[in-house]
């Protein structure tokens, strides 16, 4: 069942953000064919709605939801990790600029 829940926001860390979240949930599928039917179930991803943006650092609806569901990508990690490699000595001359 969804429910109504208050949240920090993932970009400042204040409890601003006002979101309907949707648990996974198993869900079946039936299809038929032939006189016969198969039953298939499979589970949904747990999912956040958010009714408004941050009100703190300003971040809109559709940021503050891609944060929720998906994760912040932290590019500061990619760095940290491409450093890493290079000082292991293995050859990145196919990397990607940052």
Known sequence: MPETIVLECPFCGKKTIN?????PVLQTSVSHAAGKSKTQYYYTKERYE?????????????E??????????????????????????????FETKF
């Open 50 to 62: 958010a009714q408004d943006g941050c009100s703190n650092c300003g971040k809109s609806v559709k």
């Open 19 to 23: 979101v309907t979240h949707y648990p």
């Open 64 to 93: 503050v939801e891609k944060a929720l569901n998906e994760g912040k990508k932290d590019p500061e990690k990619d760095k940290r990790i491409l450093e890493r490699l290079k000082n292991q000595g293995l050859d990145l001359s």
